[in-house]
T-cell receptor, first 113, second 110 residues
């Protein structure tokens, strides 16, 4: 049973560029949440997707957008990258929305130069 | 601003002792609480959740919830060096959002 898979695992971008991160949820899960985690900090909630719609959103600018596909996989897009966007981006899946029982992928580490 | 607060540590505990990790939350309407373990460079892993007042035990781990005091704790008995990690506390608030603490770094000394 495959867990949550994310790609790419590491990437380097320059300021102003755009990035797309991908996530496949754990088998049987239909809800995907995205988090940003800076070094030494707890995860910061970006948004959650369920039934191909954004259901909840954290305090992130519109430069952060996402999508969920019919197979429940999801993408996170970040436009106009800033140095401060450098972080570990975590995808978590769950059996339903509004639960804290999350299964995380290994993350995508983004470095913005 | 709804918050979950944890002491950042590091909390240093001798091997074999009990490690006690604490967390407070501001939203009295929070109903469910979660403890995640995160090893350095890895992603968080759910280890315990608790919904009702009192204690919940799972192996060497015990989660404790006191809703009146808005306090959640995690006890780790017979601490092992492999328990060294950052422990994240999270709560689902009254708006059904998951609010995270910043984590407590635990170091188990052999």
């Amino acid at each position: 049973d495959a867990g949550v898979t994310q790609s790419p695992t590491h990437l380097i971008k320059t300021r102003g560029q755009q990035v797309t991160l991908r996530c496949s949820p754990k088998s049987g899960h239909d809800t995907v949440s995205w988090y940003q985690q800076a070094l030494g900090q707890g995860p910061q909630f970006i948004f959650q997707y369920y039934e191909e719609e954004e259901r909840q959103r954290g305090n992130f600018p519109d430069r952060f957008s996402g999508h969920q596909f019919p197979n429940y996989s999801s993408e996170l897009n970040v436009n106009a990258l800033l140095l401060g966007d450098s972080a570990l981006y975590l995808c978590a899946s769950s059996l339903r929305p509004n639960t804290g029982e999350l299964f995380f992928g290994e993350g995508s580490r983004l470095t913005v130069l | 601003q709804k918050e979950v607060e944890q002491n950042s540590g590091p909390l240093s505990v001798p091997e074999g002792a009990i490690a006690s990790l604490n967390c407070t939350y501001s939203d009295r309407g929070s109903q469910s609480f979660f403890w995640y373990r995160q090893y350095s460079g890895k992603s968080p892993e759910l280890i315990m959740f608790i919904y009702s007042n009192g204690d919940k035990e799972d192996g060497r781990f015990t989660a404790q919830l006191n809703k009146a005091s808005q306090y959640v704790s995690l006890l780790i008995r017979d601490s092992q060096p492999s328990d060294s990690a950052t422990y994240l506390c999270a709560a689902v608030d009254s708006n059904y959002q998951l609010i995270w603490g910043a984590g407590t770094k635990l170091i188990i000394k052999p």
